[in-house]
C-alpha cells in the first residue's frame, strides 16, 4: 500500500520514489524482524502497531521538482525587474514582454511537473531559464517616434536652406531654433510611458518643428 501511494505521486522524481520505497522497506523489514524476535503476544503487537505507525509516516518531500520551479520562477522575477527598468519601452511594450516570459516560466513549470526523472527535471528547469533569460524585447514606439521627428527636422533643415530670402545667419539660427525644438520633443518621446504619451510627443514634436517659418 505504501509503494502504490509513493508510486502514485507525481511531484516526486523516479529517483525520489525508489529511496522513499527503500526507506519503506527498510521500516518493513525491521518491524518484521522484531515481530520475530518478539516472545509475546503483546511484543508482537507492539513490533506491529510500531512498525504500522513507521510506514504510515513516511511522507517523502519533493526536492528536484520544487527547486526547479523556485528556479524558474526566480529568472522570471528577475527578467520581469530587467524589463520594468527598460526607459526604452512604454508601458504596453513591457507588458507584453512580461506576459511573454511568463508564458515562457509556466510552460517550463508544466514541463517539471510533467517530467518523471531528476534528468528531466534538470532539463526542464536548463531549458526554462534559458527561454524566460532570452526574451529581450525591441523597442519600437520610441524609435519609431523619434525617427519621424528627425525625418521633419530634416525636412524642415533642408526647406530653410533652400530659402533665397534669408542670410546665411537667419539660415543658422532658424535651424538652431528647429534643432532645439526636435532635441525636446525627442526628449519628451524619452520621458513618455505609455504608447499614447509616446505619439501625443511625436504630434506635438513634428507640429513645434513645422512651425519654424523665419521672417
Given at each position: 500500500a505504501k509503494n502504490d501511494e509513493i508510486d502514485s505521486r507525481i511531484d516526486l522524481t523516479d529517483e525520489e520514489k525508489i529511496v522513499a520505497k527503500l526507506d519503506a522497506k527498510a521500516k518493513a523489514d525491521a518491524a518484521k524482524e522484531a515481530i520475530d524476535k518478539a516472545t509475546t503476544d503483546a511484543e508482537v503487537n507492539q513490533a506491529q502497531s510500531?512498525?504500522?505507525?513507521?510506514?504510515?509516516?513516511?511522507?517523502?518531500?519533493?526536492?528536484?521538482k520544487t527547486?526547479?520551479?523556485?528556479?524558474?520562477?526566480e529568472a522570471l522575477k528577475?527578467?520581469?525587474?530587467?524589463?520594468?527598468?527598460?526607459?526604452d519601452l512604454t508601458d504596453e511594450e513591457k507588458?507584453?514582454?512580461?506576459?511573454?516570459?511568463?508564458?515562457?516560466?509556466?510552460?517550463?513549470?508544466?514541463?517539471?511537473?510533467n517530467a518523471t526523472t531528476n534528468a528531466e527535471v534538470a532539463q526542464s528547469k536548463s531549458?526554462?531559464?534559458?527561454?524566460?533569460?532570452?526574451?529581450?524585447?525591441?523597442?519600437?514606439?520610441?524609435?519609431?517616434?523619434?525617427?519621424?521627428?528627425?525625418?521633419?527636422l530634416k525636412a524642415k533643415t533642408d526647406e530653410i536652406d533652400s530659402r533665397t530670402d534669408l542670410t546665411d545667419e537667419e539660415k543658422t539660427a532658424a535651424k538652431a531654433e528647429a534643432k532645439a525644438k526636435a532635441d525636446a520633443a525627442k526628449q519628451a518621446i524619452d520621458n513618455a510611458t505609455t504608447n499614447s504619451e509616446v505619439d501625443q510627443a511625436k504630434s506635438t514634436g513634428?507640429?513645434?518643428?513645422?512651425?519654424?517659418?523665419p521672417i
Open positions: 510500531t512498525g504500522t505507525i513507521e510506514l504510515k509516516a513516511i511522507d517523502p518531500q519533493p526536492v528536484a527547486a526547479a520551479k523556485q528556479a524558474i520562477d528577475a527578467k520581469t525587474a530587467e524589463i520594468d527598468a527598460r526607459t507588458t507584453a514582454a512580461k506576459a511573454e516570459a511568463k508564458a515562457k516560466a509556466d510552460e517550463a513549470k508544466v514541463a517539471t511537473d531549458t526554462g531559464t534559458t527561454e524566460v533569460n532570452s526574451i529581450n524585447p525591441a523597442a519600437v514606439a520610441k524609435p519609431e517616434a523619434k525617427k519621424s521627428i528627425d525625418e521633419v513634428i507640429e513645434e518643428v513645422n512651425s519654424v517659418n
